[in-house]
């Protein structure tokens, strides 16, 4: 038994689009818009990573979120060494639900370093989802994640679909993240983009699909009706100047809708907490101060994840029946005095991972007074600060 009084205690946060394979990245990559930022700095580090750099840079953004208060990611992972990041989850106890990035060379042009032949990267992905998808007990689970409808093919995209499918398994993808892309798929396949994906079986209640920032009224109305889950992500979204994604009009047209911080370098904070608080801001002066509200934006990043991950029976919420992911929170700080009339408030506008004092993760504790417990934070940071160097050198970006 464990003392909370004094203490909030809530279900743990679900952040739906997360790319820990880039955690190494932070800080190299900012002030660019998207399509600079993949080619300047992304894709080539991405492309020298070895499985001990996408290990510990696994480690290092899973750390950061365990003591934030996330207990559940959906990830996007590179297009190789992906089992090494299902390692370093299943050592550090975080649930997530990760898969190998998929991009095959076509002609719209997936970088050449990074690209493999569609049978290639599907093989990897079916070997993936044998070995990982339900291992830990269930807390790892395998999506299958082509990365955009401009570096990948329509048979990948309709295979990836194929094999979620089989393996019941979720799909994850980005999707309408800028006006670049929308009109590259557009020009590309002669099809709205979230018409393609439906096209090509990227829908539903197993697609998560980030972003969503460039859509009309009448693809929000698709989403809804498909039942796809769009993940917003305003953080990255405001950095790399895409946009503000219609959340309100989706949640009224009845999309499902989870949040996400997306990843280190475009963010630069794996912050749930800011992105709730971020999600509610930016809505407010184009509808009003009442959009939006403290409990609809903390729904988001609890159940709407869970539904994303496909485990809304047995996370994101505290019910009896489901896994005990919880935080708790400590209020002592003067930023959450005089004490939370409504503590929903206090979570998502006042609140911060540092308030984090707890977290239990299938009932197991992982964070215990504001200590992770599964590996030493200071040799996390120590191999990741060393890795980090060494892609920066491998990918001659100083
Ligand atoms: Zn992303």
Known sequence: MRDCSGCLIIPGLVQAHIHLCQTLFRGVADDLPLEDWLVRRIWPLEAVHTAETVYWSALLGAAELLLGGTTAILDMGTVRHTGAAFEALERIGLRATAGKCLMDAHPEGAPLELAESTDAALAEAELLAQRWHGAADGRLRVCFAPRFVPSCSGPLLRAASELAERFDAQLHTHAAETIVERETVLRT?????????????????????????????????????????????????????????????????????????????????????????????????????????????LELATLGGARALGLEDEIGSIAVGKRADLVVLDLREPHLHPPPRDPVSAVVYAARPSDVRDVFVDGRPVVLGHELLTISVDAIVREADRCAAELRHAAKID
Request: net charge neutral; proline share 5%.
């Open 189 to 297: 396949t002669g099809l709205e983009e979230i018409a393609y994906l439906d096209s090509v079986g990227l829908s539903g209640p197993r697609a998560a699909v980030a972003h969503c920032v460039w859509v009309d009224a009448h693809e929000i109305a698709r989403l809804a009706q498909q039942a796809t889950n769009v993940v917003h992500c305003p953080s990255s979204n405001l950095k790399l100047a895409s946009g503000v994604a219609k959340v309100p009009e989706m949640l009224a047209a009845g999309c499902r809708v989870a949040i996400g911080a997306d990843a280190a370098p475009c963010n630069n904070r794996l912050d749930a907490f800011a992105e709730m608080r971020l999600a509610a801001l930016i809505q407010k002066p184009r509808h009003g101060a009442d959009v939006l509200r403290a409990g609809q934006v």
